[in-house]
T-cell receptor, first 112, second 112 residues
Framework: ETGVTQTPRHLVMGMTNKKSLKCEQHLGHNAMYWYKQSAKKPLELMFVYSLEERVENNSVPSRFSPECPNSSHLFLHLHTLQPEDSALYLC???????????FGEGSWLTVV | GENVEQHPSTLSVQEGDSAVIKCTYSDSASNYFPWYKQELGKRPQLIIDIRSNVGEKKDQRIAVTLNKTAKHFSLHITETQPEDSAVYFCAATANAGNMLTFGGGTRLMVKP
């Protein structure tokens, strides 16, 4: 039912691996987001893109690298992660970056 | 920037009772206040929202009230059911340019 789809839904990676999370929205929205959700910080904004331009980067470590090739797709490239990066990574979209946010199902990431 | 505080962090009620979750915000320019429900293992979903030009909004068993003077808003769930058990997040934003800021979440448990 969601207009925001994320793949993969589950990912286990070693600390030296390089992987990517993918998000696609079918809602015609102009803004896309990455959120990190963990037990310690329930909803932590990582990146915001509006019309493919990065609007916000909340001091996220450089081992997380976002990419927004067009308004429908958003990637989160992961490299040399730490075990504390294990969390649920939620993609979201909105009409513009000041409106209601619609979340995807999330990608469960475990770093071993 | 905006700061949103949410209380309580956990709430346990008996089936059929009412539940109230409260949020306060800091930016007096905020004028849009959505509430999200996140069931275990699922994505946050918008359940109700309110704009600053109204003081209350209802949708069946859920209602949201807004007190702009005091800068707080609340979610009210009446006749609670076990399927209401979830984590609820409040959020606030000002159309002047701020993104949604989320509260820390409330874990609601409805005991049958």
């Amino acid at each position: 039912e969601t207009g925001v789809t994320q793949t993969p839904r589950h990912l286990v990676m070693g600390m030296t691996n390089k992987k990517s999370l993918k998000c696609e929205q079918h809602l015609g929205h102009n803004a896309m987001y990455w959120y990190k959700q963990s037990a310690k910080k329930p909803l932590e904004l990582m990146f915001v893109y509006s019309l493919e331009e990065r609007v916000e980067n909340n001091s996220v470590p450089s081992r997380f690298s976002p990419e927004c090739p067009n308004s429908s797709h958003l990637f989160l490239h992961l490299h040399t992660l730490q075990p504390e990066d294990s969390a649920l990574y939620l993609c979201a979209s909105s009409q513009d970056w000041r409106n209601t946010i619609y979340f995807g199902e999330g990608s469960w990431l475990t770093v071993v | 920037g905006e700061n949103v505080e949410q209380h309580p962090s956990t709430l346990s009620v008996q089936e059929g009772d009412s539940a109230v979750i409260k949020c306060t915000y800091s930016d007096s320019a905020s004028n849009y206040f959505p509430w999200y429900k996140q069931e275990l293992g699922k994505r946050p979903q918008l359940i109700i929202d309110i704009r600053s030009n109204v003081g209350e909004k209802k949708d069946q068993r859920i209602a949201v009230t807004l007190n702009k003077t005091a800068k707080h808003f609340s979610l009210h769930i009446t006749e609670t059911q076990p399927e209401d058990s979830a984590v609820y997040f409040c959020a606030a934003t000002a159309n002047a340019g701020n993104m949604l800021t989320f509260g820390g979440g409330t874990r609601l448990m409805v005991k049958p």
